[in-house]
């Protein structure tokens, strides 16, 4: 094995690093286009350099959990981003260092597991039933599903954050708008960081008060509720937030990263989960065979209320959600950095390189995915699914920063969908294309009509 620099397959050269300055400019203006140009013309591992910071283009399923694995062992990082992120995420999952990261994780976990996130299906099912009985009464007029469903799932995650409903809240007005400014900011200032860095970003007027107030504001309001919460504890998340230790050590959360921890689940755990609930729903909006396959499924669960217990039930459901995941992965490319120089495949990658590794490119690659295209839930019929390497398909990411919330938003996505079904149908001619900012969302509300199931 060579210990140099990168050697590139002789079949698929090496880029000279002038010719990947077009495309990674436009990396920055039409990222996941970008990245599939990337790779159809330059091959599966890709080299580029963009002002002066050497990229790796990954997008192979072995190569993929060989950078999990290395990332695993320490040898690649994301520390290179702390800064960028740091004045959303302080020092919460999302974004710690790796001695802070794996204590927090570490005390986190046991809260996501698979059992112990069926705590919250009541707060789900509840608040998602009561949105379908609106929305089955709306079946004359057209229905805008982006709202809808944002509103959902925020109502959601407050009351289980919280153990209180977001109308109950004396301040709800304007918290929900600085959780939207946030919204709409995160992207530039996030994006601006990492494009510019500290360095460049002195020279550019790009920070925000209005964002910055908004994010004191949302963690002032976050530190209150730790404080009550710390005398009078309830069910609720932070609640048991507080309540995590290490046996072993003795070890609980210091109040500051309490704080983080639950803007960082705040943030990490919405847009992906209504994005993808808008993809489902436009998707299976549009194919009618697919629809009616799911709301016979969902007909034949027991009558009375939905539980959790019922999802087992929905295979061809789940399936076409992971088809959705597939096609429209709402985290759709992760980035982390070589420390030392590693062993990729048959290269040898130098330090400090930043290595991209994008679930949406190889969830679209041809050589993997018959007709990648095409909306195909059988895909995901364990009876039809063909041997699949397990990077393939990894919309909740892997290795050790795998998606902690990945039960959570299985549980709230499946429910969200049951309880919907149950009342009515969603169609809708519109089509929409994917616009991305953090997260790959549709470029324009998601609005159809309801067809109530008697
Ligand atoms: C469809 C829904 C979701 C998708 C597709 C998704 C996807 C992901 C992905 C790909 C990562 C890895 C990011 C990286 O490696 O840089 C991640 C991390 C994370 N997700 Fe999710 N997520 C979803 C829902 C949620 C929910 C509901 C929560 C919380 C309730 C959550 C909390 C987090 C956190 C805290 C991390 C950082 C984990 C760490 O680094 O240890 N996510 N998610």
Aim: charged share 20%; proline share 6%.
């Amino acid at each position: 094995m060579a210990n140099s620099t990168l050697q590139i397959h002789p079949e698929k050269p090496s880029l000279p690093e002038h010719s990947v300055i077009m495309p990674m400019a436009q990396l920055i203006w039409r990222p996941l286009a970008t990245l599939a140009r990337i790779h159809s013309k330059y091959g599966e591992l890709v080299l580029g350099r963009l002002f002066g910071r050497k990229i790796l283009f990954v997008s192979t399923p072995e190569h993929i959990e060989q950078i999990f694995n290395l990332e695993g062992k320490g040898l690649l990082s994301r520390d290179f981003l702390y800064d960028a992120k740091k004045v959303l995420f302080g020092d919460g999952l999302v974004n710690s260092g790796s001695e802070v990261w794996s204590r927090q994780r570490r005390l986190m976990q046991p809260l996501f597991t698979k059992e112990a996130v069926k705590n919250y299906e009541l707060i789900m099912i509840e608040e998602a039933a009561a949105v379908a009985n609106q929305l089955k009464k709306a079946a004359d007029s057209p229905i805008n599903l982006t709202t809808e469903l944002k509103n959902l799932i925020q109502r959601i995650f407050i009351r289980i954050l919280l153990g209180k409903s977001v109308d109950s809240l004396s301040n709800s007005a304007e918290l929900i708008k600085v959780i939207e400014i946030i919204r709409q900011e995160l992207p530039v200032q996030l994006g601006s960081e990492i494009i510019f860095g500290s360095r460049l970003k002195r020279f550019i007027p790009l920070k925000s008060r209005r964002y910055h107030a908004a994010v004191d504001y949302l963690k002032a309001f976050i530190r209150q509720e730790i404080a009550e919460k710390q005398e009078n504890p309830g069910q609720d998340l932070i609640s048991q937030l507080i309540q995590s230790g290490d046996r072993a050590t003795g070890y609980t959360m210091p109040a500051e990263l309490l704080q983080d921890e639950a803007v960082n689940l705040f943030f990490a755990g919405q847009e992906t989960t209504i994005n993808t609930l808008l993809w489902f729903f436009y998707l299976t909006g549009k194919h009618a065979e697919v629809r009616n396959k799911i709301a016979a499924e969902i007909r034949q669960l027991p009558d009375g209320p939905l539980n959790a217990a019922h999802l087992s039930q929905l295979s061809y459901t789940k399936a076409a959600l992971n088809e959705t995941l597939r096609l429209y992965p709402p985290t759709s490319a992760l980035s982390t950095q070589t420390v030392q120089d590693i062993e990729l495949g048959s290269y040898n990658i130098p330090k400090g390189t930043t290595v991209l590794l994008s679930m949406h490119t190889t969830h679209h690659n041809p050589r993997l995915w018959d007709k990648p295209e095409e909306f195909n839930p059988n895909r995901f019929l364990e009876t039809a699914t063909p041997e699949r390497h397990k990077y393939a398909f990894f919309p909740f990411g892997g290795g050790v920063h795998n998606c902690i919330g990945k039960h959570f938003a299985e549980l709230e996505m499946l429910l969200v969908i049951a309880s919907f079904i149950r009342e009515f149908t969603f169609e809708t001619d519109i089509t929409v294309k994917e616009a991305f900012s953090i997260t790959l969302k549709p470029d324009r509300p998601i609005v159809g009509r309801v067809e109530p199931i008697s």
